[in-house]
């Protein structure tokens, strides 16, 4: 079992920067591909990014050159570094574990934290 815990999110005006963490408890959270989801009322959780245990990064199109995704391993953390925030980058951003290479399907993932908000104001 692993339990993630997401921060770091907040409100920002469009065009701003936020860093958001991923803290897993699981000591062998090396060994596993983490990936960042978003929700919007009404709309399904989609992938945003992803990490694999090895430092590859993956990117869904619309934050390519925006965000960043890294892991720093000693700390059991993942950080996904947004800028140049766009008003429709709003939604909770949920990390998410699994083994195995990163998928950008919601389902592929077996540990989820709870959320976190990210607001941009226009």
């Known amino acids: 079992q692993v339990q993630l815990v997401e921060s770091g999110g907040g409100l920002v005006q469009a065009g701003g920067s936020l860093r958001l963490s991923c803290a897993a408890s699981?000591?062998?959270?090396?060994?596993?591909?983490i990936g960042w989801f978003r929700h919007t009322p009404g709309k399904e959780r989609k992938f945003v990014a992803a990490i694999s245990w090895s430092g590859d990064p993956y990117y869904t199109d619309s934050v390519k050159g925006r965000f960043t995704v890294s892991r720093d391993n000693a700390e059991n953390t993942v950080h996904l570094q947004m800028n140049s925030l766009k008003p429709e980058d709003t939604a909770i951003y949920y990390c998410?574990?699994?083994?195995?290479?990163?998928?950008?399907?919601?389902?592929?993932?077996?540990?989820w934290g709870q959320g976190t908000q990210v607001t941009v104001s226009s």
């Open positions: 998410a574990a699994k083994t195995g290479l990163p998928q950008n399907r919601v389902d592929d993932y077996d540990w």
């Open positions: 699981e000591g062998t959270f090396s060994s596993y591909s």
